[in-house]
């Protein structure tokens, strides 16, 4: 007998709501939460679809999810 676990996960993750406020604009309704996305959204960029932080005098980090 053998058993198949199948998981099911809504990928959101840390950096999709940065993703998306930097990408289409879009913030959570909540307007603490929103503003926490934009002042933490200034540290990070999008480069050819994937988001990168940005630091004074080191070069660009790729933000990395689970399935990566």
Request: aromatic share 10%; net charge positive; charged share 20%.
């Amino acid at each position: 007998m053998s058993l198949n676990i199948n998981v099911i996960g809504d990928n959101n993750y840390w950096m999709t709501p940065i993703y998306n406020f930097l990408a289409h604009g879009t913030l959570p309704i909540e307007q603490k939460e929103a503003a926490v996305i934009r002042r933490r959204a200034c540290a990070y960029v999008i480069l050819d679809g994937k988001l990168y932080k940005r630091g004074f005098s080191i070069p660009l980090l790729k933000c990395v999810d689970e399935d990566t």
